[in-house]
């Protein structure tokens, strides 16, 4: 339900008011038309039918050891990395990512972001729907969102391509990548088992074996019955039983759809392409999203752990997390290419916040929003590009900062999604999909 009016000229309503006013107070009426019009024209539409794939770091990736190194910083600042060329002259990131380099003419940086918690609970959130967490946030609650994650939206505003759902969550489902109330018709289907596992599968695509299709018919129509009953007044007024009903549906959908069963079998990759993506959870993961974008699915929400190097920060990196990063991330630009995916596949890579530019006692670093650096590329953006800078020390942005709002407005744009419009929420209030963002110029 949206309760925002347009006019034909594309201009909304809420700027038609502005644009009143600012006669009012003497500024010219054909200027004000015009940024408003600017303004309904930053919408943009997306040219096709982009899909997105997020790469959750959990727990905070220290941008300023990967993606924006400070070689001339104090070496209390700068750590034990050299940066190195890309194949887009004057780009240059971490020696520890050979492989992205070679693929850097498809990617772009935001180095300019940032945001003002360093907490990882109401970071997470923010980063995850574009939105600060308010009063009464509770992170150890799982579901937590207070507002719907980037996917449920997509979920809403798009609906599902075919028979595969519209959003998917995998290896688990973050807390903070909920539906919140947009409700279960807009919440992602999980997959809760890590692809790289040697005897993968997913659970509720495949019926157990001894389940025989005309008992599997049998329980459909035994569902279509309490369906029924649930349509009865008494039944509507129990909302949580409707929830259930609404996943078995789903859960029976998925089970005789032949799209989605092969979609989700990973076993059917080659294993060069397997080992391309890496055998390990960050490349599975990633090669499980390429292929489930390529089945129809509009949006793969993947959650990696543990980011959080408080500890041996560079030993940490180096040996563990920066080698899966660069196998599973490499091939996945390069596979999207390969197939013609790219231009309609955006993917972001982030965590909820950087780390501290100083490094600590334990040679680590710690917590810090206030700077850090973005990736993405695909989607129809521009490649190769890096959008502003942090200062010296990467301690925060040096020029044209960008916000977790800017990112959002940028995604809901490259999938033509109006995000502008608002959602009514139960009790009644209205809430935009985007709260104050801009696109980021740069990159469109």
């Known amino acids: 339900m949206t309760r925002r009016a347009s006019y034909c000229d594309g201009i909304q309503r809420r700027d038609f008011l502005r644009v009143g006013a600012a006669g009012l107070f003497g500024a010219s009426f054909a200027s004000a038309i015009a940024l408003a ?21 959990r727990g905070g990736m220290s941008t300023i050891d990967t993606f924006d190194l400070k070689p001339d910083a104090p070496a209390e600042f700068r750590g034990e990395f050299r940066p190195t060329a890309t194949n887009v002259a004057g780009v240059q ?13 498809k990617i772009s940086l935001i180095r300019s972001f940032g945001h003002g918690n360093s907490d990882h609970g ?15 946030f509770t992170p150890t609650i799982s579901p937590n969102n207070q507002r719907p994650a980037h996917g449920a939206i997509i979920a809403r505003k798009l609906g599902p391509r075919g028979s595969v759902p519209p959003y998917v969550c995998l290896p ?33 695509i495949v019926p157990p074996l001894s389940l025989e299709a005309s008992r599997l018919d049998r329980r459909r129509q035994l569902l279509s019955q309490v369906d029924r009953f649930q349509k009865s007044s008494e039944a509507r007024a129990n909302a949580s039983a409707h ?34 993506y890496g055998r390990h959870t960050l490349g599975q993961s990633c090669l499980m999203a390429r292929r489930l974008v390529e089945a129809g699915v509009r949006c793969v929400t993947i959650e990696h752990t543990n980011w959080d190097t408080h500890d041996n920060n560079f030993f940490v990196l180096k040996n563990e997390l920066l080698p899966a990063l660069d196998s599973g991330l490499s ?89 502008d419009e608002e959602f009514i929420t139960p009790d009644g209030r209205p809430v935009k999909i985007v709260n104050q963002g801009r696109v980021i110029r740069e990159l469109v």
């Open 122 to 136: 109401p970071a997470d959130h923010y980063m995850l729907t574009g939105y600060k967490a308010g009063p009464g």
């Open 243 to 276: 929830s259930v009903s609404l996943f078995q549906r789903k859960a029976f959908d998925l089970m005789v759809s032949p799209a989605a069963r092969q979609a989700f079998d990973i076993h059917a990759e080659p294993a060069a392409m397997r080992d391309e």
């Open 37 to 57: 019009q600017a303004r309904a024209a930053e919408q943009g539409k997306a040219s096709k039918d982009v899909s997105l794939i997020i790469l959750f770091l």
């Open 93 to 105: 990131i971490s020696e520890h990512l050979p492989r992205i380099a070679r693929q850097m003419d």
């Open 172 to 204: 688990a489902m973050h807390p903070s990548a909920g539906a919140a109330y947009l409700g279960p018709a807009c919440a992602p289907f999980t997959i809760n088992a890590d692809p790289a596992a040697l005897n993968f599968s997913v659970p509720d």
């Open 331 to 419: 091939t996945l630009f390069r596979d999207l290419a390969d197939r013609g995916l790219l231009e309609r596949t955006l993917v972001v890579v982030t965590g909820e916040f950087g780390r501290t530019p100083r490094i600590n006692k334990n040679a680590g670093r710690d917590h810090w929003g206030p700077g850090f650096t973005v990736v993405l590329g695909g989607g129809g953006l521009r490649g190769g590009v890096a959008v502003g800078k942090s200062d010296a020390r990467a301690e925060k942005a040096a020029d044209n900062p960008y916000g977790p709002e800017d990112l959002a407005a940028t995604i809901y744009r490259q999938l033509g999604i109006n995000f």
